[in-house]
């Protein structure tokens, strides 16, 4: 497959670019194949290589936990040269490094989460933990801070006198970072991440919706936002591009991770588009119509099955596949019979009242008017034919 996508790269149309912002995380490249019933199936996949591999294939961008690249127990000195050697290989391939996360989840001290564990020494540490990461991240140039609580849950309720304990001290985990952010000058973006469940039972925040609730209650909103995972809502069964739509329009997407999955299943972290092209295709429709700039990350990895060929095959194919795409949206914008359709299914007759901003003479004419729902009921939504015109577009036969 990498040779055939170089040639439909050379001639013309899928081939990345830095300006489509494609990222991938060092650990989803160095994904070795461990799952919880078996051991790793490929080699360890050194960072500074992963960073060349990047470069190679059209990536723009490379994101990493702090442990992904600096060992948990190295020292100030081997810390300094492995980010020294680190940022010369980017500097090498001409990779960035957009976005930087912490590991709160690996580490067995995290047993019973991080930020919002029952042990004040654990939240304590990981609250360190997550300033450290926030100085390598920020001396590699990164601008987003990711914080996924993967471990922030439980298996049994039973473990906390009540659970909206959990949400306050999470609170104030994000507002104690925040003010390190401004102490610092870091200038960090943080970028909440949900997911209903695994690697605990239950995770408090669930979804991306959870997170647009709690973002206000923070003392500085304006600093947090989002990154909505597909594979996680879509665990949740539900729909992907909806989140992302609402995270837009509160301006809360500061960055998205974009791979997929089977609803009601574990995490799969699939191959971006290879499970729901379909949904898939409306979420880069959506991203691409709103103009959104941030990085299209990655937060993917190859089949367990696969060598280390097989993994550069999956980077490629997430890439392409976004671009593919972006290609059907753009063809799908441009299509009269689509067009024509949807003016029609929300064109308003003349006589009907404008219902904008309240008002109380607005509000006299509204309550006055009488609906005549036989005639509403005359007109056709043609949403199967509108459908198909879809599916026509998406199978390249329009
Ligand atoms: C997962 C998560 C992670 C996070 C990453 C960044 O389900 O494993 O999606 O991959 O995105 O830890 O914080
Ligand atoms: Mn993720
Ligand atoms: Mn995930």
Same mark, same amino acid.
């Given at each position: 497959?990498?040779?055939?996508?170089?040639?439909?790269?050379?001639?013309?149309?899928?081939?990345?670019?830095?300006?489509?912002k494609?990222?991938?995380?060092?650990?989803?490249?160095g994904?070795?194949?461990?799952?919880?019933?078996?051991?790793?199936?490929?080699?360890?996949?050194?960072?500074?290589? &992963?960073?060349?591999?990047?470069?190679? &294939?059209?990536?723009?961008?490379?994101?990493?936990?702090?442990?992904?690249?600096?060992?948990?127990?190295?020292?100030? +000195?081997?810390?300094?040269? &492995?980010?020294?050697?680190?940022?010369?290989?980017?500097?090498?391939?001409?990779?960035?490094?957009?976005?930087?996360?912490?590991?709160?989840?690996?580490?067995?001290? *995290?047993r019973?989460?991080? *930020?919002?564990?029952?042990?004040?020494?654990?939240?304590?540490?990981?609250?360190? /933990?997550?300033?450290?990461?926030?100085?390598?991240?920020?001396?590699?140039?990164?601008?987003?801070?990711?914080?996924?609580?993967?471990?922030?849950?439980?298996?049994?309720?039973?473990?906390?006198?009540?659970?909206?304990?959990?949400? /306050?001290?999470?609170?104030?985990?994000?507002?104690?970072?925040?003010?390190?952010?401004?102490?610092?000058?870091?200038? =960090?973006r943080?970028? #909440?991440?949900?997911?209903?469940?695994?690697?605990?039972?239950?995770?408090?925040?669930?979804?991306?919706?959870?997170?647009?609730?709690?973002?206000?209650?923070?003392?500085?909103?304006?600093?947090?936002?989002?990154?909505?995972?597909?594979?996680?809502?879509?665990?949740?069964?539900?729909?992907?591009?909806?989140?992302?739509?609402?995270?837009w329009?509160?301006? +809360?997407?500061?960055? &998205?991770?974009?791979?997929?999955? =089977?609803?009601?299943?574990?995490?799969?972290?699939?191959?971006?588009?290879?499970?729901?092209? +379909?949904?898939?295709?409306?979420?880069? /429709?959506? #991203?691409?119509?709103?103009? =959104?700039?941030?990085?299209?990350?990655?937060?993917?990895?190859?089949?367990?099955?696969?060598?280390?060929?097989?993994?550069?095959?999956?980077?490629?194919?997430?890439? !392409?596949?976004?671009?593919?795409? +972006?290609? /059907?949206?753009?063809?799908?914008?441009?299509d009269r019979?689509?067009?024509?359709? #949807?003016?029609?299914?929300?064109?308003?007759?003349?006589?009907?009242?404008?219902?904008?901003?309240?008002?109380?003479?607005?509000?006299?004419?509204?309550?006055?008017h009488?609906?005549?729902?036989?005639?509403?009921?005359?007109? !056709? #939504?043609?949403?199967?034919?509108?459908?198909?015109?879809?599916?026509?577009?998406?199978?390249?036969?329009?």
């Open positions: 497959m990498s040779k055939k996508n170089g040639k439909n790269a050379s001639s013309g149309n899928y081939e990345p670019r830095p300006e489509h494609f990222s991938f995380g060092l650990w989803t490249l994904n070795r194949g461990r799952d919880p019933f078996g051991d790793a199936v490929r080699p360890t996949f050194p960072p500074n290589d &992963i960073v060349h591999v990047l470069g190679e &294939i059209g990536a723009w961008g490379v994101n990493l936990h702090d442990n992904d690249l600096v060992p948990i127990d190295a020292t100030p +000195k081997e810390r300094d040269k &492995i980010v020294r050697d680190f940022r010369a290989a980017c500097n090498e391939s001409g990779v960035v490094v957009p976005m930087a996360t912490v590991s709160l989840f690996f580490h067995p001290v *995290f019973d989460g991080a *930020f919002t564990a029952n042990d004040p020494e654990v939240r304590a540490y990981a609250l360190q /933990k997550t300033m450290r990461a926030m100085d390598l991240g920020a001396e590699l140039g990164a601008r987003i801070f990711v914080l996924w609580g993967g471990r922030e849950g439980v298996e049994t309720d039973a473990c906390r006198p009540r659970a909206d304990e959990a949400v /306050k001290r999470l609170r104030e985990a994000v507002n104690y970072l925040c003010q390190y952010n401004m102490a610092q000058k870091y200038g =960090y943080f970028a #909440l991440e949900a997911k209903p469940n695994e690697p605990r039972g239950d995770i408090y925040m669930a979804t991306t919706g959870h997170y647009l609730g709690f973002i206000p209650t923070l003392d500085h909103p304006e600093m947090v936002g989002v990154n909505p995972e597909f594979a996680h809502e879509t665990m949740a069964g539900l729909n992907f591009m909806h989140g992302v739509a609402q995270a329009e509160a301006g +809360k997407l500061f960055h &998205i991770d974009l791979n997929d999955q =089977y609803p009601g299943r574990y995490d799969q972290d699939l191959r971006f588009g290879s499970a729901n092209p +379909k949904s898939a295709f409306w979420l880069v /429709k959506f #991203l691409e119509d709103v103009a =959104y700039d941030g990085p299209r990350h990655f937060d993917a990895h190859a089949y367990r099955t696969e060598n280390c060929e097989g993994v550069t095959d999956f980077a490629r194919g997430c890439m !392409r596949t976004y671009l593919i795409l +972006k290609e /059907k949206a753009d063809r799908w914008n441009a019979e689509i067009q024509t359709i #949807l003016k029609e299914v929300s064109a308003a007759s003349p006589s009907v009242p404008k219902n904008g901003r309240y008002s109380p003479t607005g509000a006299q004419t509204l309550l006055s009488v609906f005549n729902k036989d005639a509403m009921m005359q007109k !056709r #939504l043609p949403y199967e034919l509108l459908d198909q015109l879809t599916v026509d577009v998406l199978l390249g036969v329009r």
